[in-house]
């Protein structure tokens, strides 16, 4: 069994007070000591650094003076508790709120084989805590990243310790040496879907993620707060695919992703997100930025112990997600997206 104080737990938060008054208390009844969690403050306005140094004055705090996003912010939390001798980082976001027991069972998952990498608890939405928020997240192979059975019933699952595609970043465990190995989060992307990013190449490696639904978490997530970064969730997509598909399924995709493109731009004027969509692919007009993702590559040849035959395969054609479901994006986009993954299948190169 491994023990709890093996763990280190990164929190990065911005004005956060009001959802670190659940999920700190929560952390302390569970067993976890104020010295294993590290905060990264991102610059928040609010009273966080002083709610923290006054009421939990043992735990590791960072001020990078600046909102270093997600991707950064952990990575400093990251490195601080590996240099520390941690062997397991539980990453928490700010509003979630965990429950007893909750981190024995990914320990116990982490122990099973060394080849997984990343645990995922499930987590359930605080304020309907028998519905799920995701019990493993999904890749679409055109670089979406969506939560499986968002919105759902539990009492309708039955779930069990399963592969997931990637795990949430609200809540998952890390290896460290195998985080330390694929070079912490892409700083670039500052938020959103660094997670899937993370997974996608944890796969491409060789190793695994999993959802473990003996830990429960709950979420207090908000749709419509994260649709609105817009232009973080539409570059970062094309940084994943770019980044981790070899050239020749860029090309066999290439269609695909004109169609979906478009499909894209329409939804985004019908959503008002019109001009932020447009504003992401100024990112890739600048060569300073593609010189990044010619060094990302370079980095996941290295690691790179599975075909992108495999990762297709493993991909989802379909896009399920309760917060987008409509009669268009069901009958017609899923259906053609899910037969064009089936002919790619016949002729992507199966070579690693």
């Not at 007070?17 to 610059?43: A, C, F, H, M, W």
């Not at 080849?115 to 519905?131: E, G, N, S, W």
């Not at 660094?194 to 908000?222: F, K, M, T």
């Not at 996941?300 to 075909?307: F, G, L, T």
Request: charged letters at 20%; one cysteine or more; glycine letters at 4%.
């Amino acid at each position: 069994m491994i023990p709890i104080s093996s763990t280190a737990i990164i929190i990065v938060t911005f004005n956060g007070r009001l959802y670190l008054e659940k999920l700190l208390p929560s952390l302390i009844t569970s067993g976890i000591e104020q010295r294993q969690i590290y905060v990264i403050d991102n610059n928040s306005k609010d009273d966080t650094v002083t709610f923290i140094k006054a009421s939990y004055p043992d735990i590791q705090l960072s001020q990078p003076q600046r909102n270093t996003g997600f991707a950064e912010g952990n990575n400093i939390g990251l490195r601080k508790a590996i240099d520390d001798g941690y062997e397991f980082l539980m990453l928490l976001n700010q509003d979630t709120v965990v429950t007893d027991n909750w981190l024995p069972p990914l320990l116990s998952t982490m122990a099973e084989e060394q080849t997984v990498a990343a645990v995922q608890p499930l987590l359930l939405l605080y304020k309907d805590q028998k519905r799920v928020n995701t019990s493993g997240n999904v890749i679409h192979y055109l670089g979406f990243g969506y939560g499986r059975d968002s919105g759902r019933p539990l009492a309708e699952l039955n779930l069990t310790a399963s592969p997931i595609n990637y795990a949430s970043g609200a809540a998952v465990l890390l290896r460290a040496a195998v985080f330390k190995k694929l070079d912490m989060f892409g700083e670039e992307m500052f938020m959103y879907l660094e997670d899937l990013d993370l997974g996608w190449r944890l796969w491409l490696a060789g190793y695994e993620c999993r959802l473990q639904p003996a830990s429960i978490v709950y979420h207090q997530y908000e749709f419509n707060r994260s649709i609105r970064q817009v232009y973080y969730f539409e570059r970062n997509r094309w940084l994943c695919l770019l980044q981790n598909y070899k050239p020749s399924t860029i090309l066999l995709l290439a269609p695909a992703l004109l169609l979906m493109e478009l499909g894209q731009l329409v939804y985004a004027l019908k959503n008002k997100w019109f001009l932020k969509k447009i504003i992401s692919y100024f990112y890739f007009a600048d060569p300073v930025n593609w010189a990044l993702i010619q060094k990302r590559r370079r980095q996941v040849r290295k690691i790179r112990r599975r075909s992108d035959s495999e990762m297709v395969e493993m991909f989802s054609g379909h896009i399920l997600f309760q917060e987008i479901n409509s009669p268009l994006l069901l009958y017609i986009a899923n259906p053609f997206f899910n037969i064009y993954q089936k002919l790619v299948l016949i002729f992507i190169s199966r070579d690693v």
